[in-house]
Nanobody, 124 residues
Framework: QVQLVESGGGLVQAGASLKLSCTAS???????IGWFRQTPGKDREFLSA????????YYADSVKGRFTISRDNAKITVYLQMNSLKPDDTAVYYC??????????????????WGHGTQVTVSS
């Protein structure tokens, strides 16, 4: 079992930056942390993922170049730096953990543990 806690959300103006944090209760070799977001009535959207072991990163095309994922293994924390925020980025942001495996990292159903989410609101 892995517990995840997100933090760092808030209300910002368009063009601003936010840095989200996801702290895990533990990590295992070969596992991944992913960031997703969701708005009412829509499916959960993949944003980015990172491997705990080697730090390899993955991004959705929609955020590539604006969002950066990173990790601090000592703190068991993964970050999502979000720059040039737009009103369309308004959503609840979730981090998720999955055990080692070859399943598609971009599919929410392939993650085993989820945080409770943090709200990000971008005003125009």
């Amino acid at each position: 079992q892995v517990q995840l806690v997100e933090s760092g959300g808030g209300l910002v103006q368009a063009g601003a930056s936010l840095k989200l944090s996801c702290t895990a209760s533990r990590r295992t070799s070969g596992s991944y942390i992913g960031w997703f977001r969701q708005t009412p009535g829509k499916d959960r959207e993949f944003l980015s993922a990172i491997s705990w072991s080697d730090g390899i990163t993955y991004y959705a095309d929609s955020v590539k170049g604006r969002f950066t994922i990173s990790r601090d293994n000592a703190k068991i924390t993964v970050y999502l730096q979000m720059n040039s925020l737009k009103p369309d980025d308004t959503a609840v942001y979730y981090c998720a953990a999955r055990d080692p495996g070859a399943a598609n990292l971009r599919r929410p159903n392939n993650y085993d543990y989820w945080g409770h989410g943090t709200q990000v609101t971008v005003s125009s």
